[in-house]
Each structure stands twice: as structure tokens, then as C-alpha cells.
């Protein structure tokens, strides 16, 4: 039987019959406003909070006190669980005059050691989109989203990637690879005024194959498990 890490987001956990895979990499996805990095976020607080498992938020895009501010949002205890060394913001420095893939294997070294450090169970980069900024033709940014997603699993936590893809339905992720050197898929979707979820694939999990409402509130993302949303509502 897989063994299963709680993310600890309300009714989330059922739909996946207990949690992510231990270990196992796994796809938020979706469209502007769909809640991926509150909940990647959530996913991280609640693993030191509830279940005293360290974790690390690598951030690509926004700066470390922004990621601070979405914490500190909902009340939750950022600075005292950073001072118990159960939670790390990390900003990812890449510089676009140095060769990428070179600076992307040197992040990676330091993340590494960051988990070893504060022995991490789990990680969270947000988000892998932002690396087309940095590389433009579609066949290098491929191989390096491969390659740095299979070193990802090396470092063995349980790693929650996002990415901002157009918002269609069947918009999995922002480059057309990541879905599939992943272990598990989580599209959310935003059609105003509401948010839904969906379990893509899952590596070794029965889970939930219906679309589900999703809501935030002053907890943070909450999804509603035992309620469920036609696909053709998706816009």
C-alpha cells in the first residue's frame, strides 16, 4: 500500500484517499485566481504545523516577503515556525547574463542542502512557469522542466510544482511536459464567481475522477468533497 502524506486542506485528503504519495512530485495547475500558491502554501504550513514536518517554499517569481504576506494572511505562524526551523522561504536567484541550466543545477545543490539542513519533508516551487522567462525556444525549456523535475525526486520530499497554464479545461500545465514527468496532476479552475478542482492522475491512488468546488476562506482553501461540478460549467 502507498504510503500517504496529508496536505491537511480540508476535504482535499478524501479525494485522494488520504494525501499525495510519499515522496512523489505533484502538478498544481491552473489559470490566474485559481488558488494554487495559497494552496501550495497551505500544503506547506499545515505539514509544519499539524504534523511537524519541515518544509521548504521556493519561490521563482515573487519575493520572499510576498510569500510572507499570503501566510501571514490567514494568521498563520510563519516567523515562529521559521524560528523552530520547521519552515524555510527560499527566493530562487537565477540571473539571465549566465548560462541557465548551469544556475538551475547550482539552485538545486542549494535547496538540497537547505532540506538537509532543516531536515525537509517537504517542498514547494512556485512556480515553474517563470523559467519561460528565462529560456525561449520550446525544445531547451523542455529538457530543462525534464530534467529539473527527475533531479526534483532525488532530493526526496514530497514536492508540490505549480503552473500557470491559459485556464482551459484541459489546460494541464504551462509547457506541455510537466504533466508528464510528474506522479500526480491537480488542475484548479476559476470560472467567476467560482472555483473548482480536479484530480488529474495520482501515482497509486484511487481517486476521486469528479470535479469538485473549491472555496477560500479564513483558513484557507477549502475543498467541498462530498459536492460536485459538471464539467460542461467549465469555462
Not at 518544509?55 to 524560528?83: A, P, Q
Not at 505549480?162 to 491537480?186: L, M, R
Amino acid at each position: 500500500m502507498v504510503e500517504k502524506i496529508q496536505t491537511g486542506i480540508e476535504g482535499l485528503d478524501k479525494l485522494l484517499q488520504g494525501g499525495f504519495p510519499k515522496g512523489a512530485i505533484v502538478l498544481l495547475s491552473g489559470g490566474a485566481g485559481t488558488l494554487k500558491t495559497i494552496a501550495a502554501t497551505q500544503f506547506l504550513y499545515n505539514g509544519a504545523k499539524l504534523y511537524k514536518e519541515p518544509g521548504i517554499f521556493v519561490t521563482v517569481e515573487e519575493s520572499v516577503k510576498n510569500i510572507g504576506w499570503n501566510i501571514e494572511s490567514f494568521n498563520w505562524d510563519i516567523k515562529g515556525l521559521e524560528e523552530k526551523n520547521l519552515i524555510k522561504l527560499y527566493r530562487l536567484k537565477l540571473n539571465p547574463e549566465r548560462d541557465i541550466k548551469t544556475q538551475v543545477d547550482e539552485e538545486l545543490k542549494t535547496i538540497g542542502d537547505l532540506i538537509k539542513k532543516i531536515g525537509a519533508k517537504r517542498l514547494v516551487i512556485d512556480s515553474t512557469t517563470a523559467f519561460g522567462v528565462w529560456i525561449k525556444e520550446p525544445g531547451e525549456l523542455r529538457y530543462l522542466l525534464y530534467k529539473f523535475t527527475n533531479d526534483l525526486k532525488e532530493l526526496g520530499c514530497t514536492t508540490i510544482l505549480t503552473a500557470e497554464t491559459k485556464g482551459g479545461k484541459t489546460d494541464f500545465s504551462a509547457f506541455g511536459v510537466e504533466e508528464f514527468v510528474v506522479d500526480g496532476v491537480v488542475a484548479m479552475y476559476f470560472s467567476p464567481p467560482n472555483r473548482s478542482i480536479f484530480v488529474r492522475k495520482m501515482r497509486g491512488t484511487d481517486h476521486s475522477k469528479k470535479v469538485h468546488p473549491m472555496e477560500l476562506n479564513a483558513n484557507g482553501v477549502e475543498v467541498k468533497s462530498k459536492d460536485e461540478v459538471m464539467w460542461e460549467s467549465i469555462k
